[in-house]
């Protein structure tokens, strides 16, 4: 079991070349503080002159990817004895032993017109064997940086023996103005920041998007109307349509269950905000809460028995965990300060949070039953987490101080390693993590 | 649903609102200047000194109630201000009132919306305790979407916290 969600480098102890590997190239996602394993990715044959820059461009991607988790580093082409040029070649090892590259990642590319094919291959370098099998992927030029986020993707589940979650992408609330007339907008980008695509114009406020499980549609807050009402939107038509929830003054903070098929929501009346459900295929609601207090911001477990929250019960905002068909719920936060907007990882063994306390806002994960909180973040105003599909990392919005504040998308992975921006033009908030595209 | 065309300060002005989901001013309102109430569009409010116009209301009532951090209990002033309020609408019954939630930047999404929820509502009942019929009245939250103050201080979060009555003559159906 995880522990303190650290970052441990086993089966590659090795005091030098000589020594024979106890195991395969493995890097163990647990336990323990160790050093980014090193790789080297030597740039991609063009297997055709009109390959040669989407060649040059998907190897730097594919470095970026494994760099970025802070989990591997990239032992750079100007330390490398051999260039390995051609895919085809033999692969000299000691070549890269000498220069303690762990792995090696090759590759290929053709281009043709704007079809393209990429090639690659991984090497466990002190084990002197190809590690899984070469693969292949296919398709549009224009869609490069999706291809070159599979291949990393395929070299970071080899390594690691997880999913990555490099072709994966992000809805968000795009933000720009200033504070006491900020516009924001819908908006869809790749899990780094390329490809943003506006789905919504900046017409009235949007809060909160939540991708389906598949990515297909996002669920949002609207104040279209004046009053916040939940809306679904189609990701490849930007098509969108208010849902049909059980009768309320207003209706915020959806989310799919993991079928898509059920939303789950606050819906307000007479001042009161409580949890439901609804059906979206026939339509049937539910009442999961009846309390006085404000109850919102809720998420199923994966496996979709369970639903986490938070309410204001107690006297400040708690998480609690129900039945997915309501019922009595038990307290799971138990630390000073204020606990909300929890997340149900998709592994199911934890719960990420926004925790407020003395001033400060910080990102959290705790186990499920409330044991063993960590707080990742800590800022004048860190919010919303939303998981990497793998379970690994937490994006969130940061907000900064003052007249001039604005926000911005962060990530950080859950052992409170690699904090970093995610790059983009603009203010952001909100982010949802989708799934890893097929 | 709400017509724009029929809010007040819209009615006869060209200046388009640039802030669609706040009503024409809704919770910036006159008071600070910087709501979508077109200043050339005073007249329609009537005149300061008209207790029967919304400008009378908006400005010399007073159009809100301010809270304590986390709460929605209404102060004492802030009822005297909702006793007002309630006075005005019994004797100016062609208006309707749309009351607005607001919260500070120091909380989460979602819970800032309930919170601000339960501050609208406060000041609804406590407007249909004075005798103005519920159906004149209707209930929304911003949470922390519309702060009118923008510093990161307690003096802005202050005028925050607020309960913003918008009235209005359109139809509320």
Not at chain 1, 372 to 392: I, K, M
Not at chain 2, 84 to 108: C, F, K, M, P, S
Request: hydrophobic share 40%.
């Amino acid at each position: 079991m995880l522990k303190r969600l650290t970052i441990l480098m086993m089966a590659l102890v090795l005091s030098g070349p000589a020594l024979a590997q106890s195991g395969p190239l493995r890097l163990v996602i647990t336990d323990g503080v160790i050093e980014p394993l090193p790789f080297a990715v030597p740039t991609f044959e063009a297997e055709n002159g009109e390959a040669a820059q989407v060649a040059s461009d998907i190897s730097r991607l594919v470095a970026q990817d494994l760099a970025g988790t802070g989990l591997f580093r990239e032992v750079p082409a100007s330390a490398f004895i051999s260039q390995h040029s051609a895919f085809a070649q033999t692969v000299a090892y000691p070549d890269w032993r000498a220069i303690n590259a762990q792995a090696l990642i090759t590759g290929a590319v053709f281009v043709s017109g704007n079809q393209m094919t990429v090639k690659f291959r991984l090497y466990d370098v002190f084990s002197g064997a190809e590690l899984g099998g070469g693969l292949q992927f296919a398709g549009t030029v224009d869609g490069w940086r999706r291809m070159g986020h599979k291949v990393a993707d395929a070299a970071y589940s080899r390594i690691t023996g997880e999913s990555g979650y490099f072709d994966s992408r992000v809805v968000f609330v795009a933000e720009s103005g200033p504070k006491d007339n900020r516009a924001k907008r819908l908006a869809v980008m790749d899990y780094d920041g390329a490809n943003l695509k506006y789905l919504t114009d900046s017409g009235s406020i949007v809060l909160a998007p939540r991708f389906s499980p598949s990515g297909d549609r996002v669920l949002y807050t609207s104040f279209e109307s004046g009053f916040p009402r939940i809306n679904v939107l189609d990701v490849a038509s930007v098509g969108r349509q208010q849902i049909t929830t059980a009768d309320g003054e207003m209706a915020f903070s959806p989310r799919f269950s993991n079928d898509g098929r059920q939303v789950i929501y606050s819906l307000a009346n007479g001042g009161n905000t409580d949890i439901y459900r609804t059906d979206l295929v026939t339509g049937a609601s539910s009442r999961l809460t009846e309390a006085p207090s404000i109850e919102t911001a809720p998420s199923f477990s994966p496996d979709g028995a369970q639903i986490v929250f938070e309410s204001d019960r107690s006297g400040s905002q708690q998480l609690y965990i129900m039945s997915a068909n309501g019922g009595e719920p038990r307290r799971i936060s138990f630390g000073e300060g204020r606990y909300g907007t929890p997340v149900w990882s998709p592994r199911g063994d934890l719960v990420a949070f926004t925790k407020q306390n003395a001033g400060r806002f910080h990102i959290g994960v705790m186990r499920t039953d409330g044991s063993e909180e960590r707080l990742l973040t800590a800022s004048f105003l860190d919010e919303g987490p939303t998981w990497s599909p793998n379970g690994r990392v937490l994006m969130f919005m940061r907000e900064t101080q003052g007249a001039g504040g604005t926000s911005s998308l962060y990530s950080v992975d859950i052992s409170g390693r690699n904090l970093k921006p995610v790059p983009i033009q603009g203010g952001a908030s909100d982010p949802s993590w989708g799934p890893l595209q097929p | 649903m709400i017509t724009k065309a029929a809010l007040i300060g819209l009615v006869l002005t060209a200046a388009a609102c640039t802030r669609p989901d706040r009503f024409g001013g809704a919770g910036g309102g006159a008071a600070n200047g910087g709501g979508a109430f077109d200043p050339n569009a005073a007249t329609n409010l009537g005149g300061a000194n008209d207790p029967t116009s919304p400008l009378f209301f908006n400005q010399t009532i007073g159009d809100r109630v301010l809270f304590a951090v986390d709460t929605s209990t209404l102060t004492e002033q802030g009822k005297q201000i909702l006793i007002g309020q309630a006075r005005w609408l019994q004797t100016n019954a062609d208006y309707l009132a749309i009351i607005e939630g607001h919260a500070d930047e120091v909380g989460t999404r979602e819970y800032n919306i309930g919170l601000g929820f339960r501050r609208a509502n406060a000041a609804r009942e406590f407007l249909v305790s004075q005798g103005v019929p519920s159906d004149r009245l209707r209930v929304t939250s911003y949470g922390k979407e519309r702060p009118i103050e923008i510093c990161s201080d307690e003096s802005c979060y202050a005028k925050n916290r607020r309960a913003v009555t918008v009235i209005s003559i359109a139809s509320l159906s």
